[in-house]
């Protein structure tokens, strides 16, 4: 593998002149540094095999998240068929094992940062001013490390002879992960599960640093720090948080992979032993958290505002949040592992902070509402999705500080509530947000607009399957089913039952969304308005918007300005636009 990395390196150094590289604006045109760039961008699949223009490298992000998105799904779908009656037997104990494991290391790890680096890609370079990303070429190949990595994370699935999928749970604990005993974790599925996750990483650290030095160095002129949107701020933390966190974790995939291959000894019992890995492994896994939260709280930060018709309540003090946020998160892990038997004071010093960083969350709860208060609300299906986020986000972070109470956390360690929680977060916050700005920007990067109907139809189902399904979790919890089994006693049949059906509730809003995005790309009304949501009634238009109407105004002068239809914006100005 190291000859052939090296030959690789060998070759492109050979065909590319890595010096004299310009970065395309949009295909053409003006590149980087007011260069003159007359090569046209390749076409077909070409084209997406070979670009480095951010915009492009943006949907390639969104559209492999969505697929991980659409694979976890399916896999949790499974899951939840198995859970509704207690005597089912649709699948094995192994394989739901499997499936678990796959389910969340996907959404973590294949949605939920890729997901985010498809926002930033797109739209940092539009909102800053810049031409491009400052390493268009890194951004390239921290893309294309993704997919290997999936494929890896994935393998133990696909009919490959004597490998299984990793059974391990997407926390990986030791000393299960490290093949001890006589299980079947001494597999190769799980090896390739670790390479797979470590490329992914890699992926992520080299997207970090590549967002830290556009924002720094790529602004326009007449965005100062000052002035930054919201959104560069909360990817710009982000960016800093996974700078710290996921070496960190690439280091205890590597020792726990000599530990399985090498007969090292980090994370076994004549070693460092369990806690070692609990405290590695969560000293990335919770500022992980933040790092798949802050971002998505910056979306709604800005397309709130949008839709409420006032700028955002407090800016600086959504800015001072989102950085104390960032700090304070690296004091937080050990609140995962009360139930270990650490040091009683070191505990209480670890619930202290986990008390502490829900204050700047809850600075960001107060400035959103207060943002909508007497403003000029209109409920497009993005404000549906931000107000939707806000009402989750309230619900995923009381029941948080819950768990950060060291009797309390005691009590409900390791059972449903704390998988109704986290799942109120990553699905009911971090996913909304997510279509909120898929919504928002949809115009903008298709240049088509949505069926408002099936939009809301989308909103609607997902608020209800996600509140039927995780409430659920969080009762069963309080009745002290344990998580990660697949069966359980028949008193908790009806609120599994509850759960399984709100689950079904979620996939199908999730068919509408894919099949009103799918269809409203390829035959949507077309946009002929450089401000399809109004923005300049507010005063709210920003660069990313005006970026677009340029190239609107690009487009019509090259095709003679003919207009074959209009589209109806969700609660633009046209008269039918409200329903």
Not at 51 to 62: E, R
Not at 417 to 446: D, E, N, R, T
Not at 457 to 479: D, K
Not at 572 to 577: K, L
Request: charged residues 10%.
């Amino acid at each position: 593998m190291g000859v052939f990395l090296v030959a690789v390196a060998a070759w492109l150094a050979r065909i590319e002149n890595w010096r004299t590289y310009t970065p395309l604006a949009g295909g053409g045109g003006v590149g980087g540094h007011g260069q003159e760039v007359h090569q046209e961008k390749p076409s077909g699949i070409i084209r997406w095999l070979t670009t480095v223009d951010h915009k492009d490298i943006g949907i390639l992000y969104g559209t492999y998240g969505l697929i991980a998105f659409a694979v976890g799904g399916l896999m949790v779908m499974v899951m939840r068929a198995e859970l509704a009656d207690p005597g089912a037997t649709l699948i094995s104990n192994t394989f739901y094992n499997s499936l678990m494991t796959s389910h969340g290391i996907t959404m973590l790890f294949l949605f939920g940062t890729p997901i985010i680096a498809a926002f930033a890609n797109y739209f940092i370079p539009l909102l800053i001013g810049a031409d491009d990303m400052a390493f268009p070429r890194i951004n390239a190949i921290a893309f294309w490390l993704l997919p290997p990595g999936a494929l890896l994370i994935w393998a133990g699935f696909f009919p490959i002879p004597e490998v299984i999928p990793a059974q391990t749970g997407w926390t990986m604990y030791t000393p299960l992960s490290a093949g001890i005993g006589q299980g079947n974790q001494a597999n190769a599925g799980v090896d390739l599960m670790l390479l797979g996750l470590h490329l992914t990483g890699v992926s992520a650290t080299m997207g970090a640093i590549n967002f830290i030095a556009t924002i720094f160095t790529e602004r326009a002129k007449e965005v100062s720090w000052a002035n930054l949107d919201i959104f560069s701020w909360t990817i710009l933390t982000q960016s800093g948080l996974i700078l710290f966190a996921f070496p960190l974790l690439g280091s205890a995939l590597l020792m726990l992979l000599f530990d399985r291959n090498f007969a090292t000894s980090f994370f076994v019992n004549d070693g460092g032993g369990a806690i070692l890995w609990q405290h590695i492994f969560w000293f990335f896994g919770h500022p992980e958290v933040y790092v798949l939260v802050l971002p998505p709280m910056g979306i709604v930060s800005l397309v709130l505002p949008r839709f409420a018709g006032r700028r955002l309540f407090g800016f600086k003090f959504v800015v001072y949040s989102t950085l104390a946020i960032g700090v304070l998160s690296f004091g937080v892990w050990a609140h995962h592992m009360f139930a270990t038997g650490i040091d009683p004071r070191l505990r209480a010093s670890f619930m202290a902070v986990s008390l502490a960083i829900a204050i700047p969350s809850a600075v960001k709860t107060f400035n959103w509402i207060t943002t909508m208060w007497n403003g000029n609300v209109r409920l497009t299906t993005p404000m549906l999705f931000c107000i939707g986020f806000i009402s989750n986000f309230i619900i995923g972070g009381v029941t948080g500080v819950f768990l950060a109470s060291i009797p309390v956390d005691l009590v409900l360690h390791d059972t449903y509530y704390v998988v109704g929680h986290f799942h109120y977060i990553v699905m009911g916050a971090i996913s909304f947000a997510g279509f909120a700005g898929i919504y928002y920007w949809f115009p903008l990067f298709s240049g088509r607009m949505y069926q408002r109907t099936l939009g809301k139809a989308h909103f609607w189902l997902s608020m209800i399957g996600t509140n039927l399904t995780f409430f659920a979790m969080i009762l069963l919890g309080y009745g002290g089913m344990p998580r990660r089994y697949a069966t359980y006693l028949p008193q908790f049949t009806d609120l599994h039952l509850l759960a399984t059906v709100g689950a079904f509730v979620l996939l199908v809003g999730q068919i509408i969304f894919v099949g009103n995005i799918v269809q409203s790309w390829l035959e949507g009304p077309e946009i002929t308005d450089g401000d399809p949501w109004n923005l300049k009634e507010d005063n709210l238009y920003t660069s990313d918007w005006d970026w677009f109407s340029r190239k609107l105004e690009t487009s019509i002068a090259t095709d003679g300005g003919e207009e074959d239809e209009t589209a109806l914006t969700d609660g633009g100005s046209t008269p039918d636009a409200e329903e």
